[in-house]
Every structure is written in C-alpha cells, then in structure tokens.
C-alpha cells in the first residue's frame, strides 16, 4: 500500500496550522509523561499505527517504562498508573470518543482535583491534536510510506 494523498504538500497552509499547535504544545507546562501517555492513548483508540510507532519510542527516549507503555491499553485496571494520570487518560478516551459522551462531569471535576484550569485547557488541546494528527496519518494512509508526519 502506498499514501494516498501528502496533505502537507497539497495544503500547506492547512498543515503548517496544525504544526503550530504541535509547537505550541510542545512549550506547555504539561510534562513529556502526561503528553506521551494522551499521544499514546489516542493513538491506540484511532488505531493509528504511525502515531503509536512514532509516540512509543518518543515516550522511551523521555524515560517512559516498557510496562506502562504495554498496560497502558488497560490503564483503568492497571496498579501502573497514578489516579492522576488515571484522570489524564479518562479524558483522553472521552475527548477522543466524544461522540459517546463528551467529557463526562465526573472525568472533569477528576481533572480538576489534579490540574490548573490552564493545565487542563492544555490537556484538551493536546488530545485535540493528536486526534488530528490519527486522522491524517489513517486516511492518507501514512504508515505506509517513510514521510514523516510532523
């Protein structure tokens, strides 16, 4: 299989926008931990190949452990996570399947007991991206190929 399409060349505009938000992200106050564990997750439910390859290693290069990165399918059931980080991935699985429930009141007031109001605004925008992210690597079709997604 090959990419269907490369949106960065055809809409470079539209691409460079969404790699502004990557690069403002990368400057929040969110730890390389909770960013990995939302790039991770997300990942897995969008079932983007691309996304977990590149986001594993990224999250062992940062210091991540191998068994974390293996429960992290079962984090609700799993001792491995904090009830922090618990919260942190309970709002990625609603925000990324937001059309199930949206975030729910009781994952948000979760969020709340752990996280700044900012913080938390961050954490919304970072599950956002990497929501876009899954979808232009799945529908072009990426893994597929040796471009780089961003």
């Known amino acids: 299989m090959k990419q269907r399409l490369n949106i960065q060349e055809l809409e470079p505009n539209a691409y460079n926008a969404i790699l502004g938000i990557f690069k403002y992200l990368e400057t929040s106050t969110l730890s390389k931990k909770s960013k990995n564990l939302i790039k991770i997750r997300a990942s897995q439910i969008n079932i983007c190949a691309y996304c977990i390859e590149m986001h594993t290693a990224e999250a062992l290069k940062n210091g991540e452990e191998q068994n974390r990165i293996f429960a992290l399918s079962a984090w609700k059931e ?73």
């Open 78 to 150: 799993s001792p491995l996570f904090s009830e922090k980080e618990k919260a942190l991935l309970a709002a990625t699985d609603e925000i990324t399947l937001i059309s199930d429930n949206g975030l729910t009141e009781g994952t948000f007031q979760k969020l709340k007991e752990y996280f700044t109001d900012n913080e938390i605004a961050q954490i919304i925008m970072q599950i956002g991206e990497i929501n876009i992210w899954n979808r232009i690597a799945v529908s072009t079709q990426m893994f597929h190929t040796t471009s780089k997604i961003y």
